[in-house]
């Protein structure tokens, strides 16, 4: 019965000892309380059969008592729905260990506030009752990466980072936008162990499907640029990068005609040098799917569903 369980107390039984007749291509199940006729249905199954009419009517059967089970989170909202969810940490300083901005004289690291990305939209309804929602927002703060270390972690440190905004109650787990399987912390930053991931961002079609662009903005207004989980290198001066991409801010993407890259370069494999750069955070999370609504509509920012 997949998602629907329905228990029609006072007829299981008269069911299971129900009287069955065939005639012709027709099966009538008799009992005090029910009669079923299987050429109503494409079932032959009793139980699914009352499964097929009860979806096709929407209503419990007339005189009995049902009980349906609860919806997940992906039957009650929309694709583009907004959420009001606010991560339970204030205060977040990535380690030098992870970034390898060290928050010395060559790499002062910002501090971020997970609690001020309060709104998310709905980007992807799974299977199993949960939704995955993006960021509306990028973070205010921008966020360092440098050298070996970074380049290495780059992956997996964007994950961890992530992992700030999430909400116990609500949040089901989390990853930082674009990721997808790739390695999240290398050996070495040869690309025999470090491999370069191309120029793909994961999710960004279901992104543009909702808010029609990729680019995000801060809170307080005006175009923010964000880090995307892909690591890439510039062949041409051997020296690696990492890839941030918004729409009209870089060079077209070949053989894509929606994504725009800019490479940040954070290490020179040439010369050895330990360079930095910085974009800010947006942040996907899987929101739970027994999750309750307790009140909105989720059509705009202003009427955002708001949790129990």
């Given at each position: 019965?997949?998602?629907?369980?329905?228990?029609?107390?006072?007829?299981?039984?008269?069911?299971?000892?129900?009287?069955?007749?065939?005639?012709?291509?027709?099966?009538?199940?008799n009992?005090?309380?029910?009669?079923?006729?299987?050429?109503?249905?494409?079932?032959?199954?009793?139980?699914?059969?009352?499964?097929?009419?009860?979806n096709?009517?929407?209503?419990?059967?007339?005189?009995?008592?049902?009980?349906?089970?609860?919806?997940?989170?992906?039957?009650?909202?929309e694709?583009?729905?907004?959420?009001?969810?606010?991560?339970?940490?204030?205060?977040?300083?990535?380690?030098?260990?992870?970034?390898?901005?060290?928050?010395?004289?060559?790499?002062?690291?910002?501090t971020?506030?997970?609690?001020?990305?309060?709104?998310?939209?709905?980007?992807?309804?799974?299977?199993?009752?949960?939704?995955?929602?993006?960021?509306?927002?990028?973070?205010?703060?921008?966020?360092?990466?440098?050298?070996?270390?970074?380049?290495?972690?780059f992956i997996?440190?964007?994950?961890?980072?992530?992992?700030?905004?999430t909400?116990?109650?609500?949040?089901?787990?989390?990853?930082?936008?674009?990721?997808?399987?790739?390695?999240?912390?290398?050996?070495?930053?040869?690309?025999?162990s470090?491999?370069?991931?191309?120029?793909?961002?994961?999710?960004?079609?279901?992104?543009?499907?909702?808010?029609?662009?990729?680019?995000?903005?801060?809170?307080?207004?005006?175009?923010?640029?964000?880090?995307?989980?892909?690591?890439?290198?510039?062949?041409?001066?051997?020296?690696?990068?990492?890839?941030?991409?918004?729409?009209?801010?870089?060079?077209?993407?070949?053989?894509?005609?929606?994504l725009?890259?800019?490479?940040?370069?954070?290490?020179?494999?040439?010369?050895?040098?330990?360079?930095?750069?910085?974009?800010?955070?947006?942040?996907?999370?899987?929101?739970?799917?027994?999750?309750?609504?307790?009140?909105?509509?989720?059509?705009?920012?202003?009427?955002?569903?708001?949790?129990?």
């Open positions: 019965m997949k998602k629907r369980i329905k228990q029609i107390i006072g007829v299981i039984i008269g069911i299971i000892i129900g009287i069955s007749t065939t005639v012709g291509a027709t099966t009538i199940f009992s005090k309380d029910i009669t079923y006729s299987s050429d109503k249905t494409s079932k032959t199954n009793v139980k699914d059969s009352l499964d097929e009419l009860y096709k009517t929407g209503k419990c059967p007339e005189g009995q008592y049902c009980y349906t089970e609860p919806l997940g989170l992906s039957d009650k909202v694709l583009g729905d907004y959420i009001k969810m606010t991560p339970t940490s204030t205060s977040y300083t990535p380690p030098g260990e992870l970034t390898g901005c060290m928050n010395d004289a060559n790499c002062k690291q910002n971020l506030n997970p609690s001020e990305l309060n709104l998310w939209r709905v980007i992807k309804k799974n299977k199993n009752g949960t939704v995955d929602a993006v960021s509306v927002y990028a973070s205010s703060e921008m966020i360092y990466f440098r050298g070996k270390t970074g380049y290495m972690n997996g440190a964007l994950n961890t980072i992530a992992a700030q905004y909400n116990e109650k609500y949040v089901k787990s989390t990853r930082n936008i674009g990721y997808k399987n790739q390695i999240e912390y290398c050996t070495s930053y040869e690309e025999s470090c491999p370069k991931d191309g120029r793909g961002a994961a999710g960004h079609d279901l992104i543009v499907n909702v808010f029609g662009t990729f680019v995000a903005e801060k809170k307080a207004g005006g175009i923010q640029r964000y880090w995307v989980s892909t690591r890439r290198g510039y062949e041409e001066s051997s020296a690696y990068g990492f890839g941030y991409w918004v729409e009209d801010a870089c060079p077209k993407d070949n053989g894509s005609s929606s725009n890259l800019c490479g940040w370069r954070i290490y020179n494999t040439v010369d050895d040098k330990q360079s930095n750069s910085y974009s800010a955070i947006r942040p996907i999370v899987t929101l739970d799917s027994s999750i309750k609504i307790k009140s909105g509509d989720g059509k705009s920012i202003e009427t955002a569903y708001v949790l129990e």
